[in-house]
Nanobody, 115 residues
């Protein structure tokens, strides 16, 4: 059974940094892509960043501030978030897309940016 374990959320002041991690386990299939999405109160879930085959993709709102990376040996994806703004406040979800095995979501981790 696939498990995605997220960590690294919390409360940070504007301008601060956080690093999210998501470790995937339980599947024999290869990972096609990994990514981060977020959902703020009253809003739809939106893409933050994805990484696939070394290629990265970012939402315009986080370009230049967030960096997604992946450790293939550990099946772990990271999201380094710098220069955080109050509008980055949301629940952040990890997503892992497997070849021939579908897509899975993490449980979500709260990120709150506030002074």
């Amino acid at each position: 059974q696939v498990q995605l374990v997220e960590s690294g959320g919390g409360l940070v002041q504007p301008g601060g940094s956080l690093r999210l991690s998501c470790a995937a386990s339980g599947s024999i299939f290869s990972i096609r892509a990994m990514g981060w999405y977020r959902q703020a109160p009253g809003k739809q879930r939106e893409l933050v960043a994805t990484i696939s085959g070394g290629r990265t993709n970012y939402a315009d709102s986080v370009k230049g501030r967030f960096t997604i990376s992946r450790d293939n040996a550990k099946n772990t994806v990271y999201l380094q978030m710098n220069s955080l703004k109050p509008e980055d406040t949301a629940v952040y979800y990890c997503n892992v897309d497997y070849v021939l095995a579908g897509s899975y979501w993490g449980q979500g981790t709260q990120v709150t940016v506030s002074s």
